[in-house]
């Protein structure tokens, strides 16, 4: 039987969603017959943990679905003993990239990839704790459908499952490596509000996302199209594309990857960065993998919290660290486009070793287009006022920390890559992780 992992990594309450993300994995199970495995990842402080502990306990069980709830002692348990089981060099060091004390989007999807390795499973698909499914007809519409359906399949028979198909004919035997959505809703709320307050300044500031060696035209498609998704047209029926995936048109919480990929190569595990979990997308995209693109999106929504001055402080913080980490994580893009087929061995896998030495090379950019664009930020928020301001002041007195920050987070991503694999295998050899509820007994090897 297929086994596959569908996860949902969480720091914040959201019981909700753990039971509609239950109801997508019971789906899967009986509409294709697969083994899911639902993972929550629980970072949560102790009251939404045990909120969480009951609203897993009370979850209905479902045959073919095996539910695992671990917090933050599971997870250290569960690396603990892969990372000495792997013979990996600097093991607390690779502990603490694979667990941080502060918000990761990486490293809490690496830690899927891993738990998903040592469950048996051949895919990982991962869902967000802020974000719900659309309806159509009364029913939930679910993404799953279309992963399980084409992840892993020889693109040539994918191609009659789809709506249409954009493929280089040359790709057709290559089997399909990423299958994703996008979200539909609200954009984000605090760009948003950048856009409401000065359109000019929006674009000085979303800019900053887009490489400075791209062509002006789209430049400005690409900044109009930033932190929107797919827009607000509700689901009315299926549209499909098998193609080469652009990592604009998807989110990570609507994905799923095949383990070939994140067997390979992990995600980048920089701490307070949102947009570090993206880079597979670019790998998969640039090395002419197939994907399948599909328009069952995600209802995207913002929680209290992040309309809180204490949650947009935070974010700010996260938006400028992905515009640091921007130049070095650019550099090894356009090294990766150059690369194209060759980034695969004669088997179609991913060289772990060459994207290594790419990762490698990305920490050795030059601190200076961040420099400029802390710079842009600074006069840019100061224009806005307000908490802008407040937020401008907040980089400038953390301005050295995050240009060194954004260097040490790719040299961190570049060890993290060199051990990949040897974590990977001893995640296999290391067998199911230890569920912490009820349906333990259940988790058979």
Not at 283 to 300: T, Y
Request: some cysteine; proline content about 5%.
């Amino acid at each position: 039987m297929r086994r596959v992992c569908l996860t949902l990594p969480t720091n914040r309450p959201c019981a909700a969603t753990i039971r509609a993300v239950a109801e997508e994995a019971a789906y899967g199970a009986r509409r294709f017959g697969a083994e899911v495995h639902l993972l929550v990842l629980d970072s949560c402080d102790a009251p939404a943990l045990a909120g969480h502990r009951e609203t897993v306990a009370a979850l209905p069980e479902v045959p073919g679905v095996v539910v695992h709830h671990l917090d933050e002692d599971g997870q250290r348990a569960f690396l603990r003993e892969v990372i000495t089981r792997s013979g990996a060099a600097a093991p607390e060091q690779l502990l603490d990239l694979m667990l941080p004390s502060r918000v990761s989007y990486g490293a809490c999807t690496n830690r899927a990839f891993l738990i998903a390795e040592a469950l048996g499973c051949t895919s990982v698909h991962r869902r967000d704790s802020d974000s719900r499914y659309q309806y159509l007809d009364g029913q939930p519409v679910f993404p799953l459908h279309h992963e399980l359906a084409s992840l892993g399949r020889r693109a040539a028979d994918v191609s009659a499952l789809v709506t249409r198909s954009r493929l280089d004919p040359a790709c057709a035997d290559r089997p399909v490596a990423l299958v994703g959505g996008s979200f539909v809703g609200e954009m984000s709320v605090d760009v948003a509000e950048i856009q409401r307050l000065d359109p000019s300044v929006y674009e000085d500031v979303v800019g900053l996302s887009v490489p400075a060696d791209h062509p002006e035209i789209w430049r400005r498609n690409l900044i109009a199209e930033s932190f929107r998704g797919a827009g607000t047209t509700a689901f009315g029926g299926d549209r499909t594309t098998l193609t080469s995936v652009s990592p604009t048109r998807v989110d990570m919480c609507n994905i799923a990857l095949d383990r070939e990929v994140y067997g390979r190569v992990p995600l980048p595990p920089a701490t307070d960065t949102i947009g570090s979990d993206y880079f597979l997308l670019h790998l998969v995209h640039d090395a002419r993998l197939p994907g399948v693109l599909h328009n069952r999106h995600i209802v995207n929504f913002h929680t209290g919290e992040r309309r809180s001055d204490e949650g947009f402080l935070a974010y700010q913080l996260r938006f400028a660290k992905f515009l640091l980490l921007g130049p070095h994580l650019d550099t090894v893009y356009a090294a990766t486009r150059r690369a194209g087929d060759a980034l695969l061995d004669p088997d179609g896998h991913v060289r772990t070793a060459a994207v290594a030495a790419l990762l490698r090379d990305g920490a050795r950019t030059a601190p200076a287009e961040g420099a400029r664009r802390l710079d842009v930020l600074d006069r840019s928020y100061r224009t806005l006022g307000g908490r802008y301001a407040t937020a401008a002041d907040a980089l400038t007195a953390r301005r050295d920390r995050l240009l060194d920050e954004a260097r040490r987070d790719m040299e961190d991503f570049a060890l993290l890559a060199d051990a990949w694999q040897d974590l990977t295998r001893a995640s296999r050899t290391h067998g199911r992780p230890v569920p912490q509820h009820r349906e333990s007994a259940r988790c058979t090897a």
